[in-house]
């Protein structure tokens, strides 16, 4: 699925948070963050509409895979930027996806500890599992199970590229929809089913931290609801990794 570029107004819709240092928006699936070597839409050639008065448009503080929707974190200034560069870096923001696989693990909840390294040269970005890689760490938490599918919320402990998508097909539970690491788009449809759910960001010290959730996307809708999602976002907005 290829979603074309965004127009102001599209983008102006998509601001869940906003306040003096940042603002966090609803990426669209199907998009890249950043523009690509042979160019076509990326959410960047949107930011000038979310400027809302400043003298240059906000820049990306981390980034979500092109077919990954969800929370995306912008920095509106350059103080603000470095500030959220830090805080991501140092893995002071808490995230929370939501996930539907194929099968699913016979627990509730646990986590997966397999280290990952590249691919290889040629895949760029790519992942694999690798004894010798870079440490990653996810927790997850079962919430719903149906129709041969399971529906996660997971927590990146750490921030490896592709994370998720290779720690649920290392499990054999892969993404429903992931083309890369599990068994592709069924029936020529779904989109990866990897939602950036929530994100909680410790902005001061004297204050609580920022917590933004972004309502499913509504290529989720089908299978979260096999799975007993009930579309009520008021009562699932809490129901994370660390919910009791």
């Known amino acids: 699925m290829d979603t074309p ?9 998509r601001v869940l948070h906003r306040d003096g240092l940042m603002l966090v928006i609803d990426k669209p699936a199907g998009i890249p963050v ?11 050639a949107s930011f000038d509409a979310l400027r809302y008065g400043l003298p240059r448009p906000p820049v990306l503080v981390h980034r979500l895979d092109r ?19 830090l805080l991501f870096k140092h893995s002071k923001v808490s995230k929370t996806y939501w996930a539907v696989v194929e099968g699913g693990p016979s627990s509730d909840e646990g986590e997966i500890d397999i280290a990952l390294g590249r691919l290889n040269e040629e895949r ?7 004894p010798n890689g870079f440490p990653s760490l996810t927790k997850w938490k079962v919430l719903g199970r149906g129709n041969g599918m ?15 998508r290779v720690h649920c097909a290392a499990s054999g539970w892969p993404i429903v929809g992931d083309n890369i690491y599990g068994n592709g788009p069924r029936f020529g449809e779904p989109t990866l089913h990897l939602h950036a759910r929530e994100i909680v960001i410790p902005l001061s010290k004297n204050k609580p931290p920022v917590r933004v959730a972004a309502p499913a996307p509504a290529h989720l809708h089908e299978r979260l609801r ?9 009562s699932t907005q809490e129901a994370g990794v660390s919910a009791e």
Do not use: F, Y
């Not at 974190?73 to 560069?85: D, E, F, I, P």
């Not at 760029?124 to 690798?130: E, L």
């Not at 096999?226 to 008021?234: F, I, L």
């Open 67 to 85: 077919d990954t929707s969800g929370c995306l974190v912008l920095g509106r200034h350059r103080k603000a930027t470095a500030s959220l560069n």
């Open 34 to 44: 950043h523009r690509g070597p042979k160019g076509g839409p990326n959410l960047e």
């Open 226 to 234: 096999a799975c007993g999602w009930t579309g009520n976002e008021a």
């Open 124 to 130: 760029g970005w790519w992942q694999k599992p690798d």
């Open 5 to 13: 570029q965004p127009t102001p107004d599209e983008i102006l819709s």
């Open 150 to 164: 399971t529906w996660l919320a997971m927590e990146p402990i750490t921030g490896r590229t592709h994370q998720l």
